[in-house]
């Protein structure tokens, strides 16, 4: 144990920092689950680490404005692809995130396959390095975070359209998966959407902001007190609390309270 290692210098960024994730994962989630397109995160996510990569890959800072710029822009194309085959193919898109995923993921691998330091980039972006977050970090995600948040609530999810939902999808995923990793990112948006889904619909986000908090405060601390990796204890302090609240409070029939029937493609 490391109990001296509680500094606040460095849980409360980090800790604000999932907050500002969970902001707008949450309500993504439930919409990701309403389409029945669990996997799209990773792809997302993956294909905007491709583009962080390739830029490290030329040359560039991996955080400069010209690996931003290259994240978001393979993130924006990702989206555009993924908004043209569900029109085309609904019944197989699905399969077809997952055959996205699987192209970033090897990509990055064969553009990192020379570089000495390139496996643990690769890790880090994968994992995270959410206690290193600075409050520097923090101030671009949260004027991101409050415009997709605008538009996800103001517009509202049904005249934001197929595009529009991508669109959001990939700018929300390009700003999380650099600071908190793949695996936390994907993490923030299911786990919690899954816990709540037997809960009448105007509950779902206050359990859901909830539990993801909750979660994220306890990986950190568990993380700092036995010295663990930060990202991947959030992780399973997330899906233990989200099967605690489903067995020890929620009613026991899960499809109680499911919300409105999935949006036409």
């Given at each position: 144990?490391?109990p001296?290692?509680?500094?606040?210098?460095?849980?409360?960024p980090?800790f604000?920092?999932?907050?500002?994730?969970?902001?707008?994962?949450?309500?993504?989630?439930?919409?990701?689950?309403?389409?029945?397109?669990?996997?799209?995160?990773?792809?997302?996510?993956?294909?905007?680490?491709?583009?962080?990569?390739?830029?490290?890959?030329?040359?560039?800072?991996?955080?400069?404005?010209?690996?931003?710029?290259?994240?978001?822009?393979a993130?924006?194309?990702?989206?555009?692809?993924?908004?043209?085959?569900?029109?085309?193919?609904?019944?197989?898109?699905?399969?077809?995130?997952?055959?996205?995923?699987?192209?970033?993921?090897?990509?990055?691998?064969?553009?990192?396959?020379?570089?000495?330091?390139?496996?643990?980039?690769?890790?880090?972006?994968?994992?995270?390095?959410?206690?290193?977050?600075?409050?520097?970090?923090?101030?671009?995600l949260a004027?991101?975070?409050?415009?997709?948040?605008?538009?996800?609530f103001?517009?509202?999810?049904?005249?934001?359209?197929?595009?529009?939902?991508?669109?959001?999808?990939a700018?929300?995923?390009?700003?999380?998966?650099?600071?908190?990793?793949?695996y936390?990112?994907?993490?923030?948006?299911?786990?919690?959407?899954?816990?709540?889904?037997?809960?009448?619909?105007?509950?779902?986000?206050?359990?859901?902001?909830?539990?993801?908090a909750?979660?994220?405060?306890?990986?950190?601390?568990?993380?700092?007190?036995?010295?663990?990796?930060?990202?991947?204890?959030?992780?399973?302090?997330?899906?233990?609390l989200?099967?605690?609240?489903?067995?020890?409070?929620?009613?026991?029939?899960?499809?109680a309270?499911v919300?409105?029937?999935?949006?036409?493609?």
């Amino acid at each position: 144990m490391n109990p001296d290692a509680f500094n606040l210098s460095i849980l409360a960024p980090a800790f604000l920092a999932g907050l500002l994730v969970l902001a707008t994962h949450v309500p993504l989630g439930r919409q990701v689950l309403r389409r029945g397109i669990v996997f799209i995160d990773l792809a997302i996510a993956q294909i905007a680490t491709l583009g962080v990569i390739a830029a490290d890959r030329f040359g560039f800072e991996p955080e400069g404005w010209i690996a931003q710029a290259a994240a978001v822009s393979a993130a924006v194309l990702g989206a555009v692809l993924l908004t043209w085959t569900e029109k085309h193919w609904p019944e197989t898109q699905e399969a077809l995130i997952g055959v996205l995923f699987a192209l970033a993921a090897t990509g990055g691998m064969i553009l990192v396959a020379n570089n000495p330091h390139g496996g643990e980039h690769l890790k880090d972006l994968l994992a995270g390095q959410i206690l290193w977050v600075g409050p520097a970090q923090l101030l671009p995600l949260a004027v991101l975070t409050a415009a997709i948040l605008a538009l996800w609530f103001g517009i509202g999810q049904q005249r934001l359209g197929r595009l529009g939902f991508y669109g959001l999808f990939a700018f929300a995923v390009t700003a999380s998966v650099q600071l908190v990793g793949v695996y936390l990112v994907f993490a923030s948006l299911i786990v919690p959407a899954l816990a709540i889904r037997s809960l009448p619909p105007r509950r779902q986000l206050t359990f859901g902001y909830l539990l993801g908090a909750l979660g994220y405060l306890l990986g950190l601390l568990l993380s700092l007190l036995f010295d663990l990796p930060s990202g991947a204890v959030i992780v399973w302090s997330l899906a233990a609390l989200a099967l605690a609240l489903n067995f020890l409070v929620l009613p026991k029939n899960p499809d109680a309270h499911v919300g409105a029937a999935p949006p036409p493609r």
